[in-house]
């Protein structure tokens, strides 16, 4: 699994925070830090490729 890069605002350490629709067969990705707000609300996706894309996504910056 592809590190999480810090928040480019904050500098704080983020995490994937995954929520399970069962009903829906679906899950929500999102990249949190649950103590400051930073927040990057992300897919919803039956495909497991969706975390990485999610990731891919958190970690570019404009520059690199």
């Given at each position: ?52 894309e999610l990731v891919d996504k958190w970690n570019r910056r404009v520059g690199e």
């Amino acid at each position: 699994m592809t590190e999480l890069k810090p928040c480019p605002f904050c500098g704080c350490e983020m995490s994937i925070a995954i929520r399970d629709y069962k009903l829906i067969k679906t899950q929500r990705y999102s990249i949190v830090h649950p103590d400051n707000g930073c927040i990057l609300e992300g897919y919803e996706s039956r495909e497991t490729s969706a975390r990485g894309e999610l990731v891919d996504k958190w970690n570019r910056r404009v520059g690199e």
